[in-house]
């Protein structure tokens, strides 16, 4: 088995006085489709977040333990929050386009980062960041237009894009499809399978169904608790704690 990319140890967080995520440890695996799934509230995203630190950007939250990507102590006091974010790519529940043209929200990562020396690198990294997003063909001949022009499909694809522009080791995925359509989310579904031969994805999902068809790891919280992980296969037939069963049959959730 490779070596994890992703390793959790005795995590804590906490909001003011509110125990939201209670000694987690959990490792994920390069090149797999992670989800993190458990009723509303059980802080599958608050762990999310905490992998790239935005939950620095709440005043009330403190992060305890350990947590390394690549080997690395992300929370040490020398760690550079903007290098670790642009290693750890996030897409959110809702599309959220910059207010920018379709081609500046693809190149806003490559510009502030400084990774494209000339206006050539940065054209055909656009592009290619936008074909790997599976997005290309619809937008080719429109990149001026403000990219809150596309459909929410498309906008989502967008992100993607925006995403991995400055290819990142993790894509964090917080209920990515949850404001799509069936056709919406299929493609986007489709577009993590082909991701994860590149990156390491992990997504947060309501739809238990996504997580079956998409991950080959889930994870199931339950009050801010890491209640079982393993290969997702074996959680939705075989699970081997009551409450995890409980949530898959649908007595909690």
């Known amino acids: 088995m490779d070596d994890p990319i992703i390793t959790a140890r005795g995590v804590d967080i906490f909001y003011d006085t509110t125990h939201a995520i209670i000694d987690v440890d959990l490792d994920i695996l390069p090149n797999k489709v992670t989800a993190l799934i ?7 995203s608050t762990f999310l977040r905490s992998i ?13 333990g350990e947590l390394k990507i690549g080997g690395q102590d992300i929370y040490a006091p020398n760690v550079d929050v903007v290098a670790l974010r642009a290693q750890v790519g ?3 529940q809702k599309p959220n386009p910059f207010p920018k043209s379709i081609f500046e929200n693809v190149a806003y990562g490559l510009k502030i980062h400084k990774m494209t020396p000339s206006k050539t690198e940065l054209q ?4 290619w960041s936008l074909r790997s997003a599976g997005l290309w063909n619809e937008v080719a001949d429109r990149l001026d237009q403000p990219g809150n022009s596309l459909s929410g499909g498309q906008q989502q694809r967008l992100c993607i894009a925006r995403a991995i522009a400055v290819k ?3 894509i964090l995925m917080d209920e990515p499809c949850s404001a799509l359509d069936p056709i919406a989310t299929a493609v986007v579904e489709e577009l993590i399978d082909n991701l994860r031969k590149d990156y390491t994805i992990v997504i947060v999902t309501h739809s238990m169904q996504q997580a079956a068809r998409i991950s080959q790891r889930t994870a199931f919280f339950h009050l801010g608790t890491l209640v079982e992980f393993g290969e997702t296969k074996a959680i939705f037939t075989n699970p081997e704690d009551e409450r995890t069963q409980n949530y898959i049959t649908g007595r909690i959730g």
Do not use: H, Q, Y
Not at 38 to 44: E, H, I, T
Not at 53 to 62: Q, W, Y
């Open 38 to 44: 458990g009723p509303s509230g059980c802080g599958k």
């Open 52 to 64: 790239n630190r935005m939950n620095d950007l709440i005043p009330a939250c403190r992060v305890t």
């Open 90 to 92: 996030m897409v959110f």
């Open 124 to 127: 055909d990294r656009v592009e």
């Open 168 to 170: 990142p080791k993790v």
